[in-house]
């Protein structure tokens, strides 16, 4: 049997050239890029190289502004932690109510800290309303940290525009992006559309580099503290010895992601919404979630009501296809993931939400087989919900009463 992967806003497979691009600094060139001597000249070439590479990507211009990491996680922390240390004379700090943890976890650190964090909230198709934004802007506003690409729906964010009021209304709050999940698929340009960005941050196994790396780029001038210590590497903002196969790898990842991202972009579109039209068409009650809004070409979120993502995730593994779903219960929690719920999402679909991620090494076949398997699944896993009626296909008429609650308010 086949693996289908479609989980690839999780991580992704590797490309063949990254893997054939970082095998040297594996083998041959090993040396601590620190050294003085000889042979480690190559790998510190290569980290300046990368770097170059990175910042020619992503429009950075001069390429000391890249800063690598070991993930996006790392990442988010040093653009929130640091630039929160470095302006003590500022206490406010807005982002969304829809966040990788990596930012809304920090954002409830900078609280006990003494902070206070504005969460804006989304409408039922994930957009954040630009007006609830200005509102939010204060003398004091440090920082502004809202996410290009949401991880779970694709739905994405008027990056550009918000980091543009943002310069306008006071040109010392500091903006940062999480583009974790646009990178690559998404055009970036830090000196064009992004250039009123001063933090972006990403990493490098969503687009096809090993697990392990990341980077931040750090607009020059912006106060932004380190705090990792015990070594001059980075430029001083990040000590610890660099991981040279893996930097060299997400240079590579994202070089071959820009060249081919059009190419790319119609390809995964195309899937996508074939497999979207599909599943809509065959089965009834399910949404798709963030559908009102513009979204990543790969992502595909339903949500199908009266029955646990979880349940829907277990079957597809026993026919080889993996995909995640929008629920915690896998973290030992039983509520709908927290942009479901900041999304409304009726509470008999938010359980049942499933996310499709699509990459480049999908075929139509993959598609093919979802379609061919998921709506059966839906249909046998309903046939054991006291809330579906069986005869007819749909939700019985007292769904509602049974689940003691009225679903379209949850």
């Not at 929008?326 to 942009?339: E, I, K, M, W």
């Amino acid at each position: 049997m086949e693996l289908i992967y479609v989980d690839n806003n999780a991580t992704t497979r590797p490309a063949p050239q990254v893997f054939e691009a970082i095998k040297p600094y594996l083998t041959d060139l090993y040396f601590n890029p620190s050294s003085m001597y000889e042979p480690a000249r190559s790998p510190a070439h290569a980290i300046t190289r990368s770097r170059e590479t990175v910042a020619k990507c992503i429009g950075a211009g001069d390429a000391r502004q890249v800063l690598f990491t070991s993930c996006a996680t790392e990442s988010n922390n040093t653009a929130l932690l640091g630039t929160a240390q470095a302006n003590p004379g500022r206490r406010h700090v807005i982002t969304t109510v829809v966040e990788h943890p990596s930012v809304l976890e920090v954002c409830k650190e900078l609280e006990r800290r003494g902070l206070q964090v504005t969460y804006l909230s989304v409408d039922r198709h994930g957009n954040l309303d630009i007006t609830e934004f200005v509102k939010a802007l204060r003398p004091d506003t440090l920082l502004v940290s809202i996410m290009h690409a949401n991880n779970e729906t694709g739905v994405i964010f008027p990056v550009e525009q918000l980091s543009r009021i943002t310069k306008e209304t006071d040109p010392a709050i500091i903006f940062h992006t999480d583009a974790t999940q646009s990178m690559g698929k998404l055009p970036i340009d830090l000196q064009g559309d992004f250039q009123h960005v001063d933090l972006l941050s990403f990493s490098g196994h969503k687009l096809h580099a090993p697990k392990g790396v990341g980077a931040l780029f750090i607009r020059k001038g912006t106060p932004c503290r380190p705090w990792m210590f015990g070594g001059h590497q980075e430029g001083g903002r990040r000590a610890g010895t660099e991981n040279v196969a893996f930097i060299v790898g997400l240079a590579t990842a994202l070089d071959l992601a820009v060249s081919r991202r059009e190419e790319d972009h119609l390809y995964l579109r195309s899937l996508r919404d074939r497999l979207e039209s599909a599943l809509a068409e065959q089965i009834p009650a399910m949404q798709i979630n963030g559908q009102g809004a513009p979204r990543l070409p790969n992502t595909l979120n339903v949500a199908c009501h009266y029955i646990e993502g979880e349940s829907i995730l277990y079957r597809l593994d026993e026919h080889g296809i993996c995909a995640s779903s929008g629920s915690a219960c896998t973290s030992g929690s039983l509520d709908p993931s927290h942009v479901m719920l900041a999304m409304k999402v009726p509470f008999t679909a938010a359980h049942g939400s499933v996310r499709f991620s699509l990459s480049r090494y999908n075929t139509p076949q993959h598609v093919d087989r979802i379609i061919q398997v998921f709506p059966g699944i839906v249909a046998s896993l309903r046939k054991l919900s006291p809330y579906w009626d069986h005869e007819n296909d749909r939700p019985r008429k007292d769904a509602s009463t049974l689940l003691g609650q009225n679903p379209g308010t949850h």
